[in-house]
């Protein structure tokens, strides 16, 4: 009977002693807590006023805002063809430049017939050297050129072994994703600087978050563009150049991918109509997005995800295609 007292007596002075340990473990419980329910607020906040406040309100005038004329580059890819749709439908004129315009014609046609705008087709394959920067001089020359937008040659997203790939393929590659938008970009630039206005927008991938296996090329190119976008905004943002970079997830194509299959849209995989207008009600107000609320959500998660699970998914899904 004595022991138990004793037991009682000693367990009564220890939780009396721990008692202020307690509190304070309280404190910083209640302190973590209110922290994460700040950031998830404020994440809610950013979603509602990047993707959903600005479609409420979508009657701005671009042309007003940024100029009559957007430059775009990679135009065979479907993204970027939907992006110029979209502004075509704003009033913007659209110069197309892609390394084959024989595909592109209808795309003209149908942009001119359809919303009263002039679409003008420049080849360039910047394969060849500096030689391909004069037809783009000299469609640009004269023109108030408000957009450049440079899309992300999607010949990348191909799953190889870097040490498979030919010097000529490797080359290719880097020549019409970094060289080219570096280049086009560089080209339209000083107009936009010297009228004080103009947007430059480079759509690449969420792949720039994380580094994916068999994919190195796409991973480092789409990096590339994101830095780019964002050294360039640090850099003539205060000269009234709008810079943002675009780091959307899958978009739904309308022909095969890699592994022959055709992708539909769905919530999570929108069509690319769908995402260009998305993306086009974000110009002006963020600087760095995916374009699309829900592929927001999507690089959060992966944003949080521990890298060696990212690689663990990765290589997963590699082996299920």
């Not at 037809?135 to 937008?149: H, L, M, N, S, T």
Request: glycine share 6%; proline share 3%.
């Amino acid at each position: 009977m004595a022991a138990v007292d004793s037991f009682d007596l000693l367990y009564r002075e220890i939780a009396r002693s721990c008692n202020c340990y307690v509190e304070a473990l309280a404190l910083v419980g209640a302190l973590y807590t209110a922290r994460k329910a700040a950031i998830v607020s404020r994440d809610c906040y950013r979603l509602l006023r990047l993707h959903f406040i600005p479609r409420l309100f979508n009657n701005r005038d671009l042309v007003r805002s940024y100029g009559e004329w957007a430059v775009i580059y990679g135009s065979s890819e479907t993204v970027a063809i939907a992006y110029a749709e979209e502004l075509a439908r704003h009033g913007i004129n659209i110069i197309l430049i892609s390394p084959d315009i024989r595909t592109l014609s209808s795309t003209a046609k149908g942009l001119s017939e359809v919303y009263g705008v002039e679409a003008i087709l420049v080849e360039a394959d910047f394969c060849h050297g500096q030689s391909v920067c004069k037809p783009i001089q000299d469609a640009i020359r004269d023109k108030e050129v408000g957009f450049v937008v440079n899309s992300l040659d999607t010949s990348l997203d191909l799953r190889q072994s870097f040490t498979d790939l030919s010097e000529g393929r490797l080359w290719d590659m880097l020549n019409r994703s970094i060289t080219a938008a570096s280049l086009v970009t560089r080209l339209t630039l000083p107009g936009m600087v010297k009228r004080r206005r103009g947007a430059v927008v480079n759509i690449s991938s969420g792949a720039c978050i994380r580094p994916i296996p068999d994919k190195t090329t796409l991973a480092a190119s789409t990096a590339y563009l994101d830095h780019f976008s964002r050294a360039l905004h640090y850099e003539y943002g205060h000269q009234g150049i709008f810079v943002q970079s675009l780091v959307p997830c899958r978009v739904a194509s309308q022909g095969p991918d890699e592994g022959g299959r055709v992708v539909t849209s769905s919530w999570l995989v929108p069509s690319a109509q769908v995402y260009a207008r998305h993306a086009v009600s974000t110009l002006g107000i963020t600087h760095r997005t995916t374009g699309y609320w829900p592929h927001s959500v999507q690089l959060g998660l992966a944003h949080w995800m521990p890298e060696w699970m990212w690689m663990l998914g990765s290589r997963m899904l590699a082996t299920a295609a």
